[in-house]
Nanobody, 123 residues
């Protein structure tokens, strides 16, 4: 089970950090991704991290602004977001997949999903 948190109302330029906490299973063996879904749009991949935390992959619009990391001892994955813009407003979801390929971007590649946390960026 995955639980995403850390969303809320943020001013443009803000730097919130999202968390994805896992309970049960073997989360530390899974690659994890963050996705987001803006109002009226399809869910899209944002960032992925390997099971070890040693490799990461980012969607082009967030590369250099967002950073994904994980604390395996705490079964938690983080998404540090910087220089937020109104276009980043979305519900953010974490997801885990058992293949171990952190660069997978398709929704169908991910088996376990959190409930989403809403990030609203005001201008």
């Amino acid at each position: 089970q995955l639980q995403a948190s850390g969303g809320g109302l943020v001013q443009a330029g803000g730097s919130p950090r999202l968390s994805c906490a896992a309970s049960g299973g073997t989360f530390s063996r899974y690659a994890v991704g963050w996705f987001r879904q803006a109002p009226g749009k399809e869910r899209e991949f944002v960032a992925g991290i390997s099971w070890s935390g040693g490799s990461t992959y980012y969607e082009s619009s967030v590369k250099g602004r967002f950073a994904i990391s994980r604390d395996s001892a705490k079964n938690t994955v983080f998404l540090e977001m910087n220089s937020l813009q109104p276009a980043d407003t979305a519900a953010y979801y974490c997801a885990a997949q058992t293949s171990g390929y952190y660069y997978y971007t398709r929704i169908a590649d991910y088996t376990y999903w959190g409930q989403g946390t809403l990030v609203t960026v005001s201008s």
